[in-house]
Structures are given as structure tokens and as C-alpha cells.
């Protein structure tokens, strides 16, 4: 006569080994998702980033030149060759554009603290 028990063989453990096979591959399609999530942020943050900075130096120069317009029209109108709506609608102008540049230095510093929060560097 004999007695078999037993004790944690391969068909003992096939169900558990099933079960934690499906979670290890749930978790594996979630990871695979979130870092396709992470990619496609960091290339949105990348772009946003590159755009905004072109943006930048175009406000720039057109703040350079409102600048410089500014200085002209005022010149202009103390010699009393420019009337003062003239002056004032030139002014306006330039200080849009002055404006602008400001605006778009907030958003590239914007971008920039995006773009590092995605590659998780502190600041």
C-alpha cells in the first residue's frame, strides 16, 4: 500500500501560477501605457517648448523695434511733425508689442517648468 499527499507540486500550484501570470501581465500593459503616456507628454512638452522659443525671439526683435518706434514717434511729436492721436495710436502699438514679448517670456518659462516636470528634474 502506498500513500501519496501531496505536498506543492507543479499541478498543486497551477492556478496560482495562472492567476499571478495574468496580474504580472496586467501590470505590464500598464506600465507599457503610462510610459506611452510619458513619451507622448515629453514630445508634446518638447515641441510646445521649441515653438514657444521662436515665438520668443520674434517678440523680441518686434519689442526692439517698438522700442526704438517709441524714441522716433516721441522725438517726432516734440518737433511737431507727428499729431497727437498719431502719436499716441503709435505708442499703443509698440506697447503691444512690448506686451507680447512679456507674455511670451512667461510662456517659455512655463514650457521650460512642463518640459522638466516631465523629465522629473527638480528645479
Known amino acids: 500500500?502506498?500513500?501519496?499527499?501531496?505536498?506543492?507540486?507543479?499541478?498543486?500550484?497551477?492556478?496560482?501560477?495562472?492567476?499571478?501570470?495574468?496580474?504580472?501581465?496586467?501590470?505590464?500593459?500598464?506600465?507599457e501605457t503610462l510610459r506611452r503616456q510619458l513619451e507622448k507628454a515629453l514630445h508634446e512638452a518638447r515641441?510646445?517648448?521649441?515653438?514657444?522659443?521662436?515665438?520668443?525671439?520674434?517678440?523680441?526683435?518686434?519689442?526692439?523695434?517698438?522700442?526704438?518706434?517709441?524714441?522716433?514717434?516721441?522725438?517726432?511729436?516734440?518737433a511737431g511733425e507727428v499729431a497727437l492721436i498719431d502719436y499716441l495710436k503709435i505708442q499703443a502699438g509698440a506697447q503691444a508689442a512690448i506686451r507680447d514679448a512679456a507674455e511670451r517670456a512667461i510662456l517659455v518659462q512655463k514650457d521650460t517648468a512642463l518640459y522638466n516636470q516631465v523629465l522629473v528634474i527638480m528645479p
Open 1 to 31: 500500500l502506498v500513500l501519496q499527499v501531496p505536498i506543492g507540486g507543479d499541478d498543486w500550484h497551477a492556478p496560482q501560477v495562472a492567476q499571478a501570470n495574468i496580474v504580472l501581465n496586467e501590470k505590464i500593459v500598464q506600465r
Open 47 to 78: 515641441h510646445n517648448l521649441e515653438v514657444d522659443r521662436a515665438a520668443l525671439e520674434i517678440a523680441e526683435r518686434r519689442k526692439s523695434i517698438a522700442e526704438t518706434k517709441i524714441n522716433m514717434s516721441r522725438i517726432a511729436f516734440e
